[in-house]
């Protein structure tokens, strides 16, 4: 059984999709089949693992609009055991096309229904904002994955993202779950990454990872690169980071199918 995770957090910067994109690649290394939606307008997870978005005839825009099926819209092996479901500029009139279209909360649920079986995992990058998108995320998604900053404002806004994924649990998608936080920027030099850390674990009843991911000039690196750090510096701190958030969450599902 397939497992689809949002990557949410309505703050931008937070190393949202860096994760996206880099626990995709690590369980893929694992050897789980994946498949990476871009529902971000910015298309970074798309680029981020390696499609030109220059390139892009198909995206999750086309598919929203009813144009294209999704079979039409996914990329196979952009790299190895990754599949993905690019984003471009115009999803941000999706918002707009979507204004009076019944049960359009459930528009990429009904499409990903179709083809889950495919896959190992879903990892969906959320936009930065609380939008429409977002809700089709979260009612596509089994869970959610919030990445943190750590830095002063780390606790703005979380509580309303929470509350939001709350919304959605109660009235659009039951099964909804918060897999866990995880910190991501982490700087060992400072005490305010540490501070924030344990403010979080102290003011939130929250499943948090173990693994934190450092601030780590590879990780920067590898966008402009068009790949994961996983294959751009295979042995720097943020690839073997990663490689340890994804074993995690590798680790939580064979904990739950227990």
Do not use: W
């Amino acid at each position: 059984m397939s497992r689809i995770i949002a990557i949410a957090n309505q703050k931008g910067g937070v190393g949202k999709t860096t994760t996206a994109i880099n626990l995709s690649s690590c369980l893929a290394s694992l050897g789980k089949k994946v498949l990476s939606l871009d529902l971000d307008p910015q298309g970074n997870m798309s680029s981020g693992l390696g499609l030109d978005k220059e390139s892009i005839e198909n995206s999750i825009y086309d598919l929203i609009i009813g144009e294209q099926s999704i079979e039409e819209c996914i990329y196979k092996d952009v790299i190895e055991n990754v599949d993905v479901l690019p984003s471009d500029v115009n999803l941000s009139a999706a918002e707009i096309e979507l204004i009076g279209v019944e049960n359009k909360e459930y528009i990429i649920k009904q499409e990903v229904e179709k083809i889950r079986e495919e896959y190992d995992y879903i990892i969906i990058d959320c936009p930065p904002a609380l939008s429409m998108l977002t809700i089709n995320a979260m009612t596509t998604a089994d869970s959610v994955i919030v990445p943190i900053q750590c830095e002063y404002y780390a606790l703005e806004g979380l509580s309303q993202l929470i509350h939001t994924i709350e919304l959605v649990k109660e009235r659009l998608n039951a099964s909804l779950e918060i897999e866990g936080i995880v910190f991501t920027m982490y700087d060992a030099r400072t005490n305010l990454s540490l501070q924030v850390v344990e403010n979080v674990k102290d003011n939130l009843n929250q499943n948090i990872y173990k693994t934190i991911i450092p601030r780590n000039i590879r990780l920067a690196e590898a966008p402009s690169y068009g790949m994961p750090i996983n294959l751009y510096s295979p042995k720097s701190v943020g690839s073997q980071s990663y490689f340890l958030l994804a074993e995690e969450v590798i680790s939580r599902e064979n904990n739950v199918e227990e």
